[in-house]
């Protein structure tokens, strides 16, 4: 059994601490969180599992890692303090441990990743004799490991598209969908995810991922962006009103130049409500999926849609993320310590599982 800690107990921690004590080849050991107000609770409770499992949530970060787990699932978020989350994935690389992580997007096509980003990673390997490995749905296995495998279905592939259409009301992360992504906001708002460059900084990995895994030279990387107001005021269940006239959708993408063509492109369709921008895609059942669209012959389209956490889409999505993450931590323990991406860790059947539940 490999001793394995969950750091974070928030969308993604939740689902980690479920994943972790489902694998038959990890034991949970430690619980660790930042909130004063869940140190001591069990880790079955902060995961949704209505039952106990003897595990009794930290804060203390350093007596977690002296006790050398050989795992780390890091679910703390990295959006807003990338620094942090650095610091700590470093932390736990230096004690010995495997790390994954959905946290830092940069690292998510790691060869290409920032000297700044890179660097401290390779280091505590070196140190440490610990691993990485950053992935996640969208970007992760919705635009990296699954178009591929499609693209293999096709006789002639001319264009490779990932698409996430979402209904952002259920995305339970107000700071985010307000403020990161412009969500009722004045139309003359600019949200930090939408600013120039950065979707690119985000997807453009997972670009460049599969453009090496398909053989062939980027021309360049470019940016589409539209953004929609809201006809009508509308109330969400999680997080209230959003206002007439303020940004009601955001459809966007990130496309891969190849001969002076967009070839693989991802593409983002997100409404706070489904009567803004009806024109634009939508998802089967108007709530959210992943969709891989390989246009070619045959025009082969795969639709997922994934739900947890009582029918909730985005809690789905999050459970996949942290599916593919926990998934790898066997595979990268037997492997040698190092920094791996989606190309190098393969995406693996659920051994032991089938049918399976923990007592």
């Given at each position: 059994?490999?001793?394995?800690?969950?750091?974070?107990?928030?969308?993604?921690?939740?689902?980690?601490?479920?994943?972790?004590?489902?694998?038959?080849?990890?034991?949970?050991?430690?619980?660790?969180?930042?909130?004063?107000?869940?140190?001591?609770?069990?880790?079955?409770?902060?995961?949704?599992?209505?039952?106990?499992?003897?595990?009794?949530?930290?804060?203390?970060?350093?007596?977690?890692?002296?006790?050398?787990?050989?795992?780390?699932?890091?679910?703390?978020?990295?959006?807003?303090?990338?620094?942090?989350?650095?610091?700590?994935?470093?932390?736990?690389?230096?004690?010995?441990?495997?790390?994954?992580?959905?946290?830092?997007?940069?690292?998510?096509?790691?060869?290409?990743?920032?000297?700044?980003?890179?660097?401290?990673?390779?280091?505590?390997?070196?140190?440490?004799?610990?691993?990485?490995?950053?992935?996640?749905?969208?970007?992760?296995?919705?635009?990296?490991?699954?178009?591929?495998?499609?693209?293999?279905?096709?006789?002639?592939?001319?264009?490779?598209?990932?698409?996430?259409?979402?209904?952002?009301?259920?995305?339970?992360?107000?700071?985010?969908?307000?403020?990161?992504?412009?969500?009722g906001h004045p139309m003359d708002y600019q949200p930090?995810?939408?600013?120039?460059?950065?979707?690119?900084?985000?997807?453009?990995?997972?670009?460049?991922?599969?453009?090496?895994?398909?053989?062939?030279?980027?021309?360049?990387?470019?940016?589409?962006?539209?953004?929609?107001?809201?006809?009508?005021?509308?109330?969400?269940?999680?997080?209230?009103?959003?206002?007439?006239?303020?940004?009601?959708?955001?459809?966007?993408?990130?496309?891969?130049?190849?001969?002076?063509?967009?070839?693989?492109?991802?593409?983002?369709?997100?409404?706070?409500?489904?009567?803004?921008?009806?024109?634009?895609?939508?998802?089967?059942?108007?709530?959210?999926?992943?969709?891989?669209?390989?246009?070619?012959?045959?025009?082969?389209?795969?639709?997922?849609?994934?739900?947890?956490?009582?029918?909730?889409?985005?809690?789905?999505?999050?459970?996949?993320?942290?599916?593919?993450?926990?998934?790898?931590?066997?595979?990268?323990?037997?492997?040698?310590?190092?920094?791996?991406?989606?190309?190098?860790?393969?995406?693996?059947?659920?051994?032991?599982?089938?049918?399976?539940?923990?007592?």
């Open positions: 059994m490999i001793p394995t800690v969950v750091w974070g107990t928030g969308n993604v921690g939740r689902a980690a601490i479920r994943a972790v004590e489902a694998h038959p080849a990890l034991t949970l050991t430690a619980v660790l969180v930042h909130d004063t107000a869940k140190v001591g609770r069990d880790a079955g409770e902060l995961g949704g599992l209505g039952r106990t499992l003897g595990v009794a949530a930290t804060d203390d970060i350093a007596a977690a890692l002296a006790a050398r787990p050989r795992a780390v699932v890091y679910a703390a978020s990295g959006d807003i303090r990338p620094d942090d989350a650095l610091a700590d994935i470093g932390r736990a690389i230096r004690a010995g441990a495997v790390v994954v992580t959905p946290s830092l997007y940069p690292l998510y096509d790691q060869r290409n990743a920032p000297p700044e980003l890179r660097d401290p990673v390779l280091a505590a390997v070196a140190e440490g004799g610990g691993s990485l490995f950053v992935s996640g749905v969208d970007p992760g296995w919705g635009n990296d490991v699954l178009p591929l495998l499609v693209s293999g279905l096709g006789t002639e592939v001319d264009v490779i598209r990932c698409q996430e259409i979402f209904d952002y009301s259920t995305y339970e992360q107000e700071d985010s969908v307000r403020h990161l992504i412009g969500m930090l995810m939408l600013a120039e460059s950065v979707p690119t900084m985000v997807w453009g990995g997972q670009i460049r991922l599969m453009a090496r895994a398909l053989g062939v030279e980027l021309d360049e990387i470019r940016e589409t962006m539209d953004r929609r107001a809201l006809d009508t005021a509308v109330t969400t269940r999680t997080m209230g009103e959003f206002a007439a006239g303020t940004q009601g959708a955001v459809r966007f993408e990130v496309q891969g130049i190849v001969g002076g063509e967009p070839r693989i492109v991802i593409e983002h369709i997100t409404r706070i409500h489904a009567s803004c921008a009806p024109d634009w895609p939508s998802p089967p059942d108007g709530v959210g999926a992943h969709r891989v669209v390989i246009e070619g012959r045959p025009r082969i389209e795969v639709t997922v849609e994934a739900s947890d956490e009582g029918e909730n889409r985005s809690a789905g999505g999050n459970a996949t993320a942290v599916g593919r993450l926990v998934s790898a931590i066997d595979w990268l323990v037997d492997a040698k310590p190092g920094l791996y991406d989606a190309l190098d860790v393969p995406l693996r059947p659920a051994v032991g599982r089938l049918g399976r539940r923990p007592a």
